[in-house]
């Protein structure tokens, strides 16, 4: 059974950095583009970053664009998001994916990816 678990979340303070780590297991994901999508409270779940099979090509939100970095470690079938300058807006809970279901689909829509973890907290408070 294939499983995505991510980890590294908590509460920090506006300004701080973070890095969330998801790692999977029953299957390989190092041909497989991945990405971590953020549902706050209240709102629809948000593509935030992408990164291809290989980690030369990545894909991020506006908003976190000039703060954050998605990379990954094919030996290890991880994949990482280090979260810089956090701010309060960027409290939600973040959550893993795997197996986009193709090249003509649009990565930035949840819908879009067949595999999720189960989440990992992160607060920021001013």
């Known amino acids: 059974q294939v499983q995505l678990v991510e980890t590294g979340g908590g509460l920090v303070q506006a300004g701080d950095s973070l890095r969330l780590a998801c790692t999977a297991s029953g299957r390989s994901y190092y041909a497989n583009e991945m990405g971590w999508f953020r549902q706050a409270p209240g709102k629809e779940r948000e593509f935030v970053a992408s990164?291809?099979?290989?980690?030369?090509?990545?894909s991020y939100a506006d908003s976190v664009k000039a703060r954050w970095r998605i990379s990954r470690d094919n030996a290890k079938n991880a994949v990482y998001l280090q979260m810089n300058d956090l701010k309060e807006e960027d409290t939600a809970v973040y959550y893993c994916?795997?197996?986009?279901?193709?090249?003509?689909?649009?990565?930035?829509?949840?819908?879009?990816?067949?595999?999720w973890g189960q989440g990992t907290q992160v607060t920021v408070s001013s």
């Open positions: 994916t795997g197996d986009l279901a193709g090249r003509n689909y649009n990565k930035r829509v949840a819908s879009s990816w067949g595999s």
């Open positions: 990164i291809s099979g290989n980690g030369l090509f990545t």
